[in-house]
């Protein structure tokens, strides 16, 4: 098993625990780390990403459709994230756009710890979801944005079913798996099979457009990362990667419902 590293910290676990690396930036670092861990004499991959076409111009586009990331050089990705927690302020809000004032909250925040923009070690990423479940929080249920501010739209607007399930995903993501297991329990208590866009906390009605598939992701994603740090929790980063391994194979191997390719 070979171990894709974009820096120290994922090639010294590829030097710990996998055949070999991949490296997939230019990063003299992960090679040292990936040697120092124990990845001397194992194979070391450097990725590439290859695209052909009729002319450089529609290159250049099928490779920013593929590998939209890829196709960001690794100071234009750093300059982004810096730009982004440049705005984070020390008691964890981030405004709604830039320049915004902090109280403008958006759930949207959480994507950055569920995504590891932040890192889940670091505090700032504790804070940052701690403030948006206070800020935006009603119950289990998260609103995207502060209730009763003008957003053009007529109507009473309820809180976000995605965005609820984004509480539960960035909670495990933290390791914090009692509170983000007491999250889930309450909202799986509460929504219908058929989970809406929004809902109304206070009667529990649903609202906008039902069902919402991206309400169903979300609660997949969010269901999925629970059980991913359950498995973290008693085994480590190396339990998860067997684990993920795993369901990768028998998803491939076996059809739903347990038969067998063929």
């Known amino acids: 098993m070979y171990l894709a590293a974009g820096g120290p910290r994922s090639a010294e676990l590829a030097g710990r625990v996998a055949d070999g690396m991949i490296g997939v930036v230019p990063d003299h670092r992960a090679v040292e780390a990936f040697e120092t861990a124990g990845g001397h004499g194992k194979p070391r991959l450097g990725q590439v990403h290859v695209c052909w076409a009729e002319d450089e111009a529609e290159a250049r586009r099928t490779a920013a459709r593929y590998w939209p990331r890829a196709a960001l050089g690794g100071g234009a990705r750093r300059e982004c994230r810096e730009r982004v927690l440049g ?13 915004g004032h902090p109280d403008d ?136 990667i067997v684990w993920r391994l795993g369901r990768h194979l028998r998803a491939r191997v076996l059809r739903p419902g347990g038969r067998r390719r063929r």
């Open 87 to 99: 705005e984070l302020r020390d008691d964890g809000r981030l405004p709604q756009v830039y320049g």
């Open 105 to 240: 909250a958006d759930a949207a925040g959480l994507l950055m710890v569920i995504f590891r923009l932040l890192d889940r070690r670091d505090r700032r990423a504790a804070g940052l979801v701690d403030a948006h479940l206070r800020l935006l929080g009603a119950g289990p249920f998260l609103y995207r944005y502060e209730p009763g501010r003008d957003d053009g739209f007529a109507g009473v607007e309820g809180a976000f079913v995605p965005c609820s399930w984004w509480a539960v995903s960035a909670l495990a993501a933290l390791g914090r798996l009692e509170e983000a297991e007491e999250r889930a329990d309450a909202l799986c208590a509460v929504l219908p099979p058929l989970l809406p866009e929004e809902i109304d906390p206070g009667t529990g009605l649903g609202l906008g457009n039902t069902p919402l598939v991206w309400s169903h992701m979300e609660m997949a994603r969010a269901l999925h990362l629970l059980d991913a740090a359950a498995v973290r929790r008693r085994f480590g980063v190396a339990g998860v």
